[in-house]
């Protein structure tokens, strides 16, 4: 059974760039959801993903923007990159609304903004 | 909104001895907590989750925690420590917005293990 995956392990970009980075779901789970772990810190949610429209969204700028497609992946995008983006990108999955609080989390994408 | 609070950002302790992780949470109604690991370079491994069906909730690996309501604590135990339970240790809130899932972490609790 495999378990969420993420893409790319790690990822280099400057300032002002764009970046899309990429979540599979665990298998049976239809629910996404990205939080982001700056270096020493806990992970902040960012939003969550289900029916392939965000559900909610927490303290983040525009400039971070999501989609999920009908196979449940998801991706993660943003914009005008700032130095304060670098940080490792978790995703989470999970099944349904009554069980969407135990998340499964994938191995991260670390973004190092340059 | 909810939050947890994690009393110690490091805890040393000799494998075989007990393990002893420190939270304390704040919730207007009965939450769902849970306790996180993360390993170096890893991501993040769900150890146990309480959803009020038990006070005590059994995880894996040995960990336990035990939701005591009246001191507003959710403490992460384990008997015998083992190197290799050497990571960083997140206490979780779930906050519901709907029909949306919102984790809340803690700032962590580094765990080292000597010999």
């Known amino acids: 059974d495999a378990g969420v995956t993420q893409s790319p392990t790690h990822l280099i970009k400057t300032r002002g760039q764009q970046v899309t980075l990429r979540c599979s779901p665990k298998?049976?789970?239809?629910?996404v959801s990205w939080y982001q772990q700056a270096l020493g810190q806990g992970p902040q949610f960012i939003f969550q993903?289900?029916?392939?429209?965000?559900?909610q969204r927490g303290n983040f700028p525009d400039r971070f923007s999501g989609h999920q497609f009908p196979n449940y992946s998801s991706e993660l995008n943003v914009n005008a990159l700032l130095l304060g983006d670098s940080a490792l990108y978790l995703c989470?999955?999970?099944?349904?609304?009554?069980?969407?609080?135990?998340?499964?989390f994938g191995p991260g994408t670390r973004l190092t903004v340059l | 909104a909810q939050s947890v609070t994690q009393l110690d950002s490091h805890v040393s302790v000799s494998e075989g001895t007990p393990v002893l992780l420190r939270c304390n949470y704040s919730?207007?109604?009965?939450?769902?907590l849970f306790w996180y690991v993360q390993h170096p370079n890893k991501g993040l491994q769900l150890l146990l989750k309480?959803?009020?069906?038990?006070?005590l909730v059994k995880g894996i690996n040995g960990f336990e925690a035990e939701f005591k309501k009246s001191e507003t604590s959710f403490h992460l135990t384990k008997p015998s420590a083992h190197m290799s339970d050497a990571a960083e240790y997140f206490c979780?809130?779930?906050?519901?917005?709907?029909?949306?899932?919102?984790?809340?972490f803690g700032t962590g609790t580094r765990l080292q293990v000597t010999l």
């Open positions: 979780v809130v779930s906050e519901w917005i709907g029909t949306a899932s919102k984790l809340t």
């Open positions: 989470a999955s999970s099944w349904g609304t009554l069980e969407a609080d135990t998340q499964y």
């Open positions: 298998s049976g789970h239809d629910t």
């Open positions: 919730s207007s109604y009965s939450p769902s």
């Open positions: 993903y289900y029916e392939e429209e965000e559900r």
């Open positions: 309480y959803t009020s069906a038990a006070t």
